[in-house]
């Protein structure tokens, strides 16, 4: 079954003719060849697939294409701007919050997510919002400066 | 001589150009590594290093980028020898094409082994265009500097030329076959720093490619039929129904039978529609009666280290210590899965491949498709996560054939199900040691057994007279099978072995410390003499402020120690960590001091020291393979559990300087004492000592309820 799947990627319209219920991820990384959103797991539980909806950090390998009809997807390839790194991409990178860089861009996007959620998160909560990441390089203990970095100040309090 | 004409790669050194090619052939810069032996590398080349003609230097290396950070510490070696900047350097790596062969990227050898190919290469580059520079300045060498990439007349500065003018119109390719000299840590601008890395801009934005990120015209996704558990024997399949869907293809091959779609979707549903029957052997033993298992059906013994009588050294004890460690079977779980795309046009393989060990796909696929080696290519891209697991390919094996059989270009991306179930474990181990203390609180014997782990790590740091170390079977023992030693297949996983028994031996005197009413920290440094050992242990208890005290100390709280050597660097770990009710272990804070001679990258170190406690906490704590006979019981990370963010501890990393030491590893040491030092902790906090990995609440809890 075909339809006729109208949203915004990475601040372009995008229309595609596909069945709705596929799944985004393989959409991604397939049809549109953005090959930035990796696979992991396949059950939303390392978040090397998250994408931005509206924003909000999404496992794009739960995600069908049919709910993101009339909504903006963001990948890691829509995130720097005018060719400028994104402030998280900067930080990653100034960091060293990555070793073989295949959880890096769910793990950016993820952080994204949780920054527009809380713009001074505490240590805390940038734990609690990153515990559905995983990163096997256990770059860790970098990620959570990079966030804290960009957060400003090394963060907020608990 | 190497004769160029016979060389495979004289594409490859058409295609470069003009410029200066510096090859290096120095047996003495090859591991002896066992599996390069049996597998039949040559050892011919070491590295090559091109200076274009517009001055732009490219280092080929047959090593892969995994995440460790070679693509940088190997650029800085380059350009530090060379005298040029970071930023003129290019390093290709990991294609059988254009790099020259490697034995693979493992045993935390670049450093140790392929740096040196590296820095010789360099400094000969340098001798050739300085030589160059002094016939067109027209002075002697000695009155030459270089600085990024110029060479000038120290005197004269303004009499210049730069390495990219010397270079055109140049076609020299020098082979070096001795050992130049290395510039000193003194002299180093480009070493010995922490440039950020080179592969940092590509993995942030998304633009860093991976095997499964590769994409060619007509390219075709497959999808596996597997069977149901390890030895199970295909009885019957109907693929009908999968074939009937559109786009669909089905290829069956001896061993191999597989749906190929245009998207990995299509596939997967196809997939679900093969019906197969397979007989599936009974289990043999489970994850519980693995350890029984792995001591009875031992091979013999060798003998890895012996002196004195262990049983002489038992009557001089005061007291004797007989304690028996279990380690699990622990997957690599890297979050790339493996992966490959294979091609197959004009009667030649290219082959895009997620693994440690280009060269050895390139050699596995000639001989099962009955091809040249020169008839094989293999690409790496960049590799998300190896720790041991991608020196094992059978995916490429897969894609290749899936690739001949269909004409058409064929990925094999396995999923987390398949990455689970075909993984090459970190074999599960028993380690047996029986060992003494006299009234002085010196070692007087140790005798230890290790079943399953191999020897890596069992070697005494310590003064013992009396000392006997049997290792049954190495970390691949046996071939595995439902009849086999071990049940699936298992391999090296980040120092092999080394883990297991660093656990052993650090556990065995921590009891002996604590039975002896000495200090763990002041035990070992009083049974050792290694002045590394020495230097890393006061260095962790620096940093640490470690307060001597007898463990136990109890109240839920506790601190360890634990020490070990591995690829040629020595680690001192020290831990802290809570313990609640409930038996739930908190690592709260890890120190590590590592003496790995000099250090090329500090930040990359250190990097690679917090990923190897990080990681070890995994192992210490929560992973450990359920199975039951061949049936792998753990497919995805909702039973399986690597460290999440919430376990994060304070890492604290001290880089201990020993400059006059060449550079040794630096991926894997840090991680081998780390389920040592969490148990000791656990034991100062509790009182009760678990014998076996990992340190699950229920297992702390029954320690806790027996003391």
New interface residues.
């Given amino acids: 079954m075909t339809d006729s799947i109208r949203f915004r990627l990475n601040g372009r319209p995008v229309t595609l003719d596909a069945d709705g219920t ?2 985004l991820l ?1 959409v991604l ?3 549109l ?11 939303g ?2 978040g ?1 697939c998250t994408v931005l909806l509206d924003g909000r950090a999404v496992r794009s390998c739960q995600t069908d294409l049919a709910a993101v009809g009339g909504h903006e997807v963001t ?3 829509g ?2 701007q005018g060719g400028r ?1 994104h402030a998280l ?2 930080a ?3 960091h ?1 919050g ?8 769910g793990m ?1 996007l993820g952080a994204q997510s949780l920054l527009s959620e809380h713009p001074r998160p505490s240590r805390q909560q ?3 919002g ?2 559905g ?12 400066a990079a966030i804290e970095a960009v957060a400003g100040n090394g963060g907020g309090h608990d | 001589m190497i004769d160029l004409a016979r060389m495979p790669r004289r594409d490859f050194l058409k295609a470069l150009g003009g410029g200066i090619l510096v090859l290096v052939q120095l047996p003495s810069l090859h591991a002896t590594d066992l599996w390069e032996e049996q597998r039949g590398y040559p050892t011919d080349i070491n590295a090559y290093l091109h200076i274009a003609e517009d001055g732009r230097v490219t280092l080929f290396s047959g090593k892969i980028e995994m995440g460790q950070g070679v693509m940088t510490s190997l650029a800085q070696m380059g350009a530090e020898e060379l005298g040029v900047s970071l930023d003129a350097m290019t390093v290709v790596m990991g294609d059988t094409d254009s790099c020259p062969p490697d034995a693979g990227t493992w045993g935390s050898l670049t450093t140790r082994m392929f740096g040196p190919a590296v820095r010789t290469a360099a400094a000969q580059a340098r001798l050739i265009l300085t030589d160059l520079a002094a016939q067109r300045l027209g002075v002697p060498r000695a009155q030459l500097s270089v600085e990024n990439g110029v060479v000038f007349v120290t005197a004269r500065p303004q009499r210049r030329v730069t390495y990219g003018e010397l270079a055109r119109g140049q076609r020299i390719t020098h082979t070096v076959d001795e050992q130049a000299v290395l510039r000193t840590a003194r002299e180093f601008s480009v070493m010995g720093r922490s440039p950020k890395r080179l592969d940092g801009p590509e993995k942030v934005t998304g633009a860093a490619k991976y095997a499964a990120d590769i994409r060619r015209p007509g390219m075709l996704y497959a999808r596996v039929v597997r069977p149901p558990a390890h030895g199970a024997r295909l009885v019957s399949i109907d693929t009908s129904a999968a074939a009937a869907v559109t786009g669909v293809r089905v290829v069956s091959l001896e061993g191999l039978v597989a749906v190929l779609a245009p998207d990995p979707e299509t596939a997967g549903r196809a997939l679900g529609l093969v019906r197969a029957q397979y007989d599936v052997p009974a289990p043999a033993f489970d994850d519980e009666g693995v350890y029984d298992h792995l001591v009875q059906a031992a091979p013999d013994a060798r003998i890895v280290e012996a002196d004195g009588d262990v049983e002489a050294g038992r009557g001089q004890s005061a007291r004797t210590f007989d304690l028996t460690y279990r380690h699990p079977y622990v997957a690599h779980s890297p979050i790339e899965p493996h992966a490959a795309l294979a091609e197959w046009q004009g009667g030649r393989m290219t082959i895009w491949a997620s693994t440690q060990n280009p060269f050895g796909v390139r050699a596995q696929v000639a001989r099962e498709l009955g091809l040249s080696a020169e008839a094989v290519r293999v690409v790496t891209p960049f590799v998300g996560g190896g720790f041991g697991g991608k020196s094992a390919n059978q995916q490429t094996l897969e894609a290749a054939r899936l690739a001949q059989a269909a004409g058409r270009p064929v990925q094999v991306a396995w999923t987390r199900e398949e990455e689970f179930f075909f993984d090459t474990f970190d074999p599960a181990a028993v380690v047996h040691i029986v060992s003494g203390v006299d009234a002085s609180g010196r070692l007087t014997t140790w005798d230890c057994q290790v079943y399953g782990a191999g020897e890596r790590g069992s070697q005494l740091l310590y003064e013992v007279p009396n000392r006997r170390v049997r290792v049954y079977g190495g970390v691949g023992y046996g071939a595995p099978g439902a009849q086999g030693y071990h049940p699936f297949g298992v391999g090296p996983w980040r120092a092999p072995g080394a883990n297991t028994n660093r656990f052993a031996a650090e556990s065995q005197m921590d009891a002996m410390a604590s039975a002896a009413g000495v200090d763990p920290l002041e035990f070992r440094l009083r049974n050792t003499r290694d002045p590394r050992l020495l230097r890393v242990l006061r260095a962790a208890a620096d940093t640490f402020g470690w307060q001597p005290a007898v463990a136990p100390r109890g109240g839920g709280r506790g601190r360890g120690v634990a020490c070990g050597t591995d690829a040629g660097a020595y680690v001192a770990h020290m831990a802290e960590v809570t313990v609640d009710a409930a038996g739930q272990v908190r690592v709260e804070r890890v120190v590590c001091a590592q003496d790995m001679g000099l250090v090329v990258n500090p930040d990359g170190a250190r990097m690679q020291i917090e990923g190897g406690v990080m990681m070890g906490l995994g192992y210490a704590l929560a992973e450990e393979l359920r199975f039951r006979g061949g049936d792998v019981l753990d497919r995805n990370f909702d039973t399986y559990h690597p460290p999440r963010f919430s376990w994060l501890p304070r890492i604290e990393t001290v880089l201990v300087p020993n400059d006059d030491l060449a550079p040794q590893g630096g991926g894997e040491p840090a991680i081998i004492c780390v389920g040592a030092v969490v148990a000791n902790a656990v034991f100062d906090a509790t009182g009760s000592r678990v014998l076996r990995l990992p340190l699950t609440p229920e297992r702390v809890l029954a320690g806790i309820r027996r003391t």
């Fill in positions: 596929r799944t393989w990384r397939t049809d060849e953005l090959t930035g959103t990796k696979y992991g797991c396949g059950m539980l390392c090397a990948t890691i390839e995130l720097a790194l991409q900067q990653f990178h100034d060293g990555y070793q073989c860089g295949y959880c890096t861009p950016i940038i734990i609690d990153m515990e990441h995983l990163c096997r390089c256990a770059a860790h203990q970098r990620i959570v």
